[in-house]
């Protein structure tokens, strides 16, 4: 019960971040982003983190009311409606990429929490392609950001 | 990621970093919860509030852009000027 409870806030989080990158008003953006804060704060909780769930909500909620008075500050008078079959295409295409870690989800964690291995095994012995991707990823940001900051210098 | 690659609305850039530092801040409840430990309650409850520092600034950056130059999208914005 509780790993679909997990899974179903899972895709809920995908979803919602998903429109709230792509949909075209900022507004309801806005409001993607804020369902997209409710939604952690619960999926925390189902996980057992209390502390966590609570100090996401705060934050979370706060920063969505920040954003929405900038969101309204940026909407434009009339914005162009996104098409119906171009936000599902986006959407199916979001949850095939999505649906592999969700479902691996529930199976990496009966696996640590069956063998009760320690925090660093589990990160390095899991999640190695991870946490190798994340740092190349900040790898490949750190040139990007050096190679466009001395473009702006020479030009 | 995909959303700090591809978009250049100033707002839209910030939804997608508070977006990618929620991600980070997930795996760590998720591994801490994994493995029963509460260090990475901890470590979130720290990266969260650099992150809420962070979305600050970018806002009042985002603010000053708008009060000064009109615009959002940060594409848009006019070449620095050299100072002497």
């Known amino acids: ?155 | 990621m995909y959303g700090l690659i591809t978009k250049r609305s100033g707002l839209k850039l910030l939804i997608s970093l508070e977006l990618v530092a929620a991600a980070a801040a997930m795996n760590f409840v998720g591994f801490a919860a994994a493995a029963q430990d509460t260090l990475g309650q901890a470590f979130m409850i720290l990266a969260l509030s650099v992150d809420t520092c962070i979305a600050g600034v970018v806002l009042a950056v985002l603010m000053a852009l708008r009060r000064v130059h009109s615009i959002a999208d940060l594409s848009k914005l006019p070449p620095e000027e050299e100072s002497e």
């Open chain 1, 1 to 155: 019960m509780i790993t679909l409870v997990n899974d179903i806030l899972a895709v809920v989080l995908v979803v919602s971040a998903l429109f709230a990158i792509e949909e075209k008003r900022p507004i309801i953006s806005v409001v993607c982003l804020a369902a997209f804060f409710l939604a952690l704060p619960l999926l925390y909780l189902s996980l057992g983190a209390v502390f966590a769930a609570v100090f996401q909500f705060a934050i979370g909620i706060s920063t969505a009311a920040a954003l929405f008075l900038v969101g309204q500050m940026f909407e434009q008078k009339a914005p162009r409606p996104s098409s119906l079959r171009k936000n599902i295409s986006t959407l199916g295409v979001f949850l095939a990429v999505a649906l592999p870690s969700v479902i691996g989800l529930g199976q990496i964690e009966a696996a640590v929490s069956s063998s009760n291995l320690p925090f660093s095994v589990a990160l390095w012995d899991l999640r190695a392609l991870d946490v190798l991707a994340q740092a190349m990823v900040l790898l490949v940001t750190a040139i990007g950001v050096a190679v466009v900051l001395s473009e702006r210098r020479r030009g």
